[in-house]
């Protein structure tokens, strides 16, 4: 079955930088578009960045400070995020939609399958 794993998130100060991994299996994964999703207490399920095999997207809210990047070999996306800021702390999920099926958008009710998330905390 399809699962999306993702690692790497933590505590970090204000203008820190964390690398986001996301670990896939049971799909072929060169054929799906990542994204990369956020949920902070209160809010919407926020989109930051998503990659295919000929694009990737940002949110004007990380374009600059979060770079996408995908690994087909290993299975495996990251998102690098520079600059951190403390309203960037939220739950950070990966998620995966088949290429063919991908609307070109961050909509999160546009991808198929989510990882379980990982915390990222911006404090001093």
């Known amino acids: 079955q399809v699962q999306l794993v993702e690692s790497g998130g933590g505590l970090v100060q204000p203008g820190g930088s964390l690398r986001l991994s996301c670990t896939a299996s049971?799909?072929?994964?060169?054929?799906?578009?990542i994204g990369w999703f956020r949920q902070a207490p209160g809010k919407e399920r926020e989109g930051l960045s998503c990659i295919s095999s000929t694009e990737t997207l940002y949110a004007e809210s990380v374009k600059g400070r979060f770079t996408i990047s995908r690994d087909n070999a290993k299975y495996t996306a990251s998102l690098q995020m520079n600059n951190l800021k403390p309203e960037d702390t939220a739950v950070y999920y990966c998620?995966?939609?088949?290429?063919?099926?991908?609307?070109?958008?961050?909509?999160?009710?546009?991808?198929?399958?989510w990882g379980k998330g990982t915390l990222v905390t911006v404090s001093s």
């Open positions: 049971g799909f072929t994964f060169e054929y799906y578009v």
């Open positions: 998620a995966a939609v088949p290429q063919r099926q991908w609307a070109g958008t961050l909509d999160y009710y546009s991808m198929h399958h």
